[in-house]
């Protein structure tokens, strides 16, 4: 691996929870996807895939991670250990538990990963401009209420950077307000803008009553650190990271 780390931690978490994000360091997948891919849905060879995830799980003290094939919706599955066989890759973009040792797992390569925990509950969720725009963070803290629970603390981890994501105005039209995205837009021209996803995100979280104290943002850029994939940087032909949010 060449001293080179296969995940980042979110530094702020409660003290049972526990939030991992690869990066694309130390794995079996060849260019482009070299080498700690996470992507089952990537066109990488399966093989790598899995043995990415066997070694990761290892290294990371994360095991039985479960992920879904996301479709960019505002779907958020309830999962335990019970059915989790089942749930793996089903199509949607949030997972929610109240278990105990049961890491819920976001892929991404650009978009954000957006981890929520309270008192009893978590959830993981991948937010691309189309899924937070439709409420995903807002399906989650639902879920939270019909388990007597509250978000607490939020992660929101390494994605496309404000420099980086540049977008047109007929994007910019479709954002909702109430997440106030006037606020994470710089206009360059008459038809595009810089948008700025985490603050986007932040928005959200803070629309849904979380403090904006109990937010951590990551430092972390996916297009600007070359620690990871990034989808718009390498055409679409790349490797994806995992982040994985667990309560001990």
């Not at 691996?1 to 929870?17: G, H, T, Y």
């Not at 482009?32 to 990761?56: A, E, W």
């Not at 089903?90 to 981890?115: H, Q, R, W």
Request: hydrophobic share 35%; glycine share 6%; aromatic share 10%.
């Amino acid at each position: 691996m060449n001293n080179k780390p296969m995940f980042i931690e979110a530094l702020k978490a409660p003290s049972n929870i526990n939030i991992k994000t690869s990066t694309r360091f130390g794995g079996y997948s060849c260019s482009p996807f070299d080498s700690l891919n996470m992507g089952y849905f990537t066109g990488d060879d399966i093989t790598s895939v899995i043995k990415n995830y066997y070694l990761y799980e290892n290294v990371s003290n994360t095991h039985n991670i479960v992920t879904l094939n996301q479709v960019h919706g505002n779907d958020v599955l309830e999962v335990s250990k019970s059915n989790a066989h089942e749930i793996l890759f089903s199509k949607a973009d949030g997972l929610f538990t109240d278990e105990y040792n049961l890491p819920l797992g976001v892929i991404t390569a650009d978009c954000l990963p957006v981890m929520l925990a309270g008192e009893k509950c978590i959830s993981s969720l991948h937010c691309g401009w189309r899924s937070l725009n439709s409420g995903i963070i807002d399906k989650s803290f639902e879920l939270f209420k019909k388990y007597n629970d509250k978000v607490i603390y939020a992660y929101i981890g390494a994605g496309i950077c404000n420099k980086c994501y540049e977008v047109k105005d007929d994007l910019v039209s479709q954002l909702t307000e109430k997440y106030k995205p006037s606020e994470a837009l710089v206009k360059k021209d008459s038809e595009h803008y810089l948008l700025d996803m985490k603050k986007l995100a932040s928005n959200a979280l803070i629309y849904n009553g979380l403090n904006v104290d109990n937010i951590e943002i990551t430092e972390y850029s996916s297009c600007c650190s070359r620690m990871f994939y990034s989808y718009r940087l390498e055409n679409g032909k790349t490797g994806r990271m995992v982040t994985t949010i667990v309560k001990l």
